[in-house]
């Protein structure tokens, strides 16, 4: 509701900003509402188009609530690109209330096959052990689900080969919207793909000399597409969009349990979390605190440093090594 009073009480504002339309302009105007597919469409467009992310570096996504001015942003761009699912609800009514006929739109749920959230044994969740593994289905066949009947992991970059058909996709809409540097997008996609192959080789090398195949997060999981690709194990205390923070006691004391007893050497937690989850299990059990980079947000520093998608999965090869050798 108060997101439907937001963009009802922004209306007004809309329509005056329509006249200054991004479409009149000689650069296309690109808005990516989350870093990975920002950071995706930066390095396509190169220094063709203006791209900018509608969230701020540092800023919990998943609570995110648009501003007038956001609404805007999003009305005035050439190029709309988002996530999907149901943290981007507000965004599915946006759009379903405004002329998009000049806008080129890429919802990067449509870009992949879909899977559900795994409740994994330990997870705190609403629901008891039985119904969570009744829901989960890790067949192609989610893909053709609607979207609001389940809850998809929405993490879908964080497999490099989802990425590499995130990047096609954003390629070809840059090219639909602005067909005169068509060749110009086309040639850094592909330079990009071959990065992210490159990437991908790399994980699969730390997988296939490892001792293990277990990852403990103190922490959400955002990380279903990835462990997927690489026949990952894992444990966590909620999964990947989950508004929880702080667990139950039984989640700690079964996360430190599992550490303790598959003598697991690294503790993982993702971006701009408190990380006090982390802490307590590392303290208990000896094990090792790492960062392990789901490239939903960033931080402001690393941010204007100009890091990427590429350098922050990077850092997650030598992460993984470390947790997995």
């Known amino acids: 509701m108060k997101r439907f009073i937001l963009i009802a009480s922004a209306s007004l504002i809309i329509l005056t900003a329509l006249a200054g339309c991004a479409l009149a ?11 990975a597919p920002y950071d995706f469409a930066r390095v396509i467009a190169g220094d063709r188009a203006d791209v900018a992310m509608l969230i701020s570096p540092g800023s919990e996504s998943h ?8 609404i805007i942003t999003i009305m005035n761009s050439d190029v709309f690109i988002y996530v999907g699912g149901d943290s981007d609800s507000w965004i599915d009514r946006l759009l379903g209330s ?36 009744s829901h989960d289905h890790d067949n192609d066949d989610d893909h053709d689900h609607d979207h609001a009947s389940a ?10 080969e989802n990425a590499k058909l995130i990047v096609r996709k954003i390629a070809d809409v840059l090219c639909e919207a602005d067909e005169k540097n068509a060749d110009f997008y086309r040639q850094n996609a592909a330079a990009y793909i071959e990065k992210l192959e490159e990437l991908d080789a790399a994980f699969q090398a730390v997988m296939d000399g490892a001792a293990r195949n277990t990852i403990v997060f103190g922490d959400r999981f955002p990380f279903r597409y990835f462990a997927d690709a690489y026949g990952l194990e894992y444990f966590a205390a909620f999964p990947g969009c989950s508004t929880e923070t702080e667990p139950s006691a039984r989640t700690v004391a079964f996360l430190i349990d599992k550490v ?5 050497p690294v ?20 094990a090792k605190k790492r960062l392990l980079h789901s490239c939903h947000n960033i931080t402001r520093d690393d941010f204007q440093k ?15 090594r470390e947790a997995l050798h």
Not at 25 to 35: E, H, Q, V, W, Y
């Open 98 to 133: 405004m002329n998009t006929g000049q806008m080129k739109i890429a919802s990067l749920m449509e870009c992949v096959d879909l899977v559900e959230e795994k409740i994994v044994e330990g997870m705190d969740d609403d629901h008891d052990d039985d119904d969570h593994h």
């Open 151 to 160: 809850a998809y992991d929405e993490h879908v970059w964080t497999s490099p």
């Open 306 to 320: 100009g890091l990427g998608y590429l350098d922050l999965m990077t850092r997650n090869i030598e992460a993984l």
């Open 267 to 286: 503790i993982f937690h993702i971006e701009l979390s408190n990380e006090r989850m982390a802490d307590t299990i590392s303290e208990e059990t000896g």
């Open 25 to 35: 302009g000689d650069r296309l105007s690109i808005i990516a509402t989350i870093f």
């Open 260 to 264: 303790k007893a598959e003598k697991i």
């Open 63 to 70: 609570s995110f609530e648009p501003a007038p001015q956001d």
